[in-house]
């Protein structure tokens, strides 16, 4: 039962150009919402958050945006940089409940 | 600020054996969770210990178990080890307080033999 999806395994964007990550959930009760990043050999990294109250947050070059009404949410990276070659996890937080739910990850490559 | 750190960081294990990993949290989290991480899955919550208790639980069998000290470090426990047990091993330490995020250890890549 997979409640936080993220549909692209994979995503190839050219540096100084937008990256986008989607992720799409099905639980109406989860209200809180996180990306992280993971390099290999090393534990995911927090990148950026948003709560279900508000519908954008922003990072210096990370945005996240949260359509709850169509249970999604994206993470857009300008400009993206080959540093940002990673794997993103999305992940959910439920109103009562302290665990993460997280999705399969999105594998980013940017290309120098 | 040492973040949160685990051992050891890979380890083998043969069918049916027990194994303990080891989880120190950041300085000033009291909250320890933990997930399980299989090859192209995201991360699987175990469980939680916070006042050294277990707080919340997910679906895993029993033999998995945990504990947590005074210091707030903390011990995941496997017993009678299976083959699909193999899996990195995250901890992930939180501070109480408000909806905030948790921060990961780079965790223990387990294989069982």
């Known amino acids: 039962d997979q409640q936080v999806k993220q549909n692209s395994p994979s995503l190839s964007v050219q540096e100084g150009r937008i990256s986008i990550l989607n992720c799409d959930y099905t639980?109406?009760?989860?209200?809180?919402f996180l990306w992280y990043k993971k390099y290999p050999a090393e534990g995911p990294t927090f990148l950026i958050s948003?709560?279900?109250?508000?519908d954008k947050n922003e990072d210096g070059r990370f945005t996240v945006f949260l359509n709850k009404s169509a249970k999604h949410l994206s993470l857009h990276i300008v400009p993206s940089q080959p540093g940002d070659s990673a794997v993103y996890f999305c992940a959910a937080n439920p109103l009562i409940g302290n665990q993460f739910y997280f999705g399969t990850g999105t594998s980013l490559t940017v290309i120098p | 600020d040492a973040g949160v750190t685990q051992s050891p960081t890979h380890l083998i294990k043969t069918r049916g054996q027990q194994v303990t990993l080891r989880c120190s949290p950041k300085s000033g989290h009291d909250t320890v969770s933990w997930y399980q991480q299989a090859l192209g899955q995201g991360p699987q919550f175990i469980f939680q210990?916070?006042?050294?208790?277990?707080?919340q639980r997910g679906n895993f069998p029993d033999r998995f178990s945990g504990h947590q000290f005074p210091n707030y470090s903390s011990e995941l426990n496997v017993n009678a080890l299976l083959l699909g047990d193999s899996a990195l091993y995250l901890c992930?330490?939180?501070?109480?307080?408000?909806?905030?995020?948790?921060?990961f250890g780079q965790g223990t890549r387990l294989t069982v033999v």
């Open positions: 210990y916070y006042e050294e208790e277990e707080r």
């Open positions: 948003i709560s279900s109250i508000k």
């Open positions: 992930a330490s939180s501070s109480p307080t408000g909806r905030t995020e948790a921060f």
């Open positions: 639980n109406s009760m989860f209200d809180y």
